[in-house]
T-cell receptor, first 112, second 113 residues
Framework: AQSVTQPDIHITVSEGASLELRCNYS??????LFWYVQSPGQGLQLLLK??????LVQGIKGFEAEFKRSQSSFNLRKPSVHWSDAAEYFC??????????FGKGTMLLVSP | NAGVTQTPKFRILKIGQSMTLQCTQD?????MYWYRQDPGMGLKLIYY???????DKGEVPNGYNVSRSTTEDFPLRLELAAPSQTSVYFC????????????FGNGTRLTVT
């Protein structure tokens, strides 16, 4: 069965510092991989996705993620965090939207 | 653009009551989904639809029903509310089954007491 692990429930980062959110998955083949962001009281918004090809994918708001098949990981990165990035981040894996498995989320706190 | 609209935003139900969560989208998407989000648990798929007249169960369908009579609307029905259905419910739509992003509504927070 497929699964997604986001090891960090909460992460606090200083504004301007770099960010890496971890995502590890278990899947029988190369999956579709997604990162979504959720601001308080809102639905989820897609940051980026990986289907195939270049393993480093660029997304919105200056985020990027790297697919590492050997490590079954799809970590999200941003070189310089802004206060507006404070939100909850979800990694998801699957073969299509109807089979997506979401991680439990990582709450990002940004300190001044 | 309205996108995906969910109503109501909040609702409190007594055990055994029924209600319908409304979801409508104005993007002409064929694919629509209902998720529930529980604290610390991520999102779980309840039901989905690939077009008008076609629905299918997701991971956690028990206690829920859906219908899809039009492309725009995808209501979720709770027939006999139970405390275990206390959750935040999200409706989403997508242009296709995998490549395009999911567009989410802002959610309905439901409490069953």
């Amino acid at each position: 069965a497929q699964s997604v692990t986001q090891p960090d429930i909460h992460i606090t980062v200083s504004e301007g510092a770099s960010l890496e959110l971890r995502c590890n998955y278990s899947y029988g083949a190369t999956p579709y991989l997604f990162w979504y962001v959720q601001s308080p009281g809102q639905g989820l918004q897609l940051l980026l996705k990986y289907f195939s090809g270049d393993t480093l994918v660029q997304g919105i708001k200056g985020f990027e993620a790297e697919f590492k098949r050997s490590q079954s990981s799809f970590n999200l990165r941003k070189p310089s965090v802004h206060w507006s990035d404070a939100a909850e981040y979800f990694c998801a894996v699957g073969a299509g939207h109807s089979t997506l498995t979401f991680g439990k989320g990582t709450m990002l706190l940004v300190s001044p | 653009n309205a996108g995906v609209t969910q109503t109501p935003k909040f609702r409190i139900l007594k055990i055994g009551q029924s209600m319908t969560l409304q979801c409508t989208q104005d993007m002409n998407h064929n694919y629509m989904y209902w998720y529930r989000q529980d604290p610390g648990m991520g999102l779980k798929l309840i039901y989905y639809s690939v077009g008008a007249g076609i629905t299918d169960k997701g991971e956690v369908p028990n206690g829920y029903n859906v219908s899809r009579s039009t492309t725009e609307d995808f209501p979720l029905r709770l027939e006999l509310a139970a405390p275990s259905q206390t959750s935040v419910y999200f409706c989403a739509s997508s242009q296709d089954r995998d490549a395009s992003p999911l567009h989410f509504g802002n959610g309905t927070r439901l409490t069953v007491t």
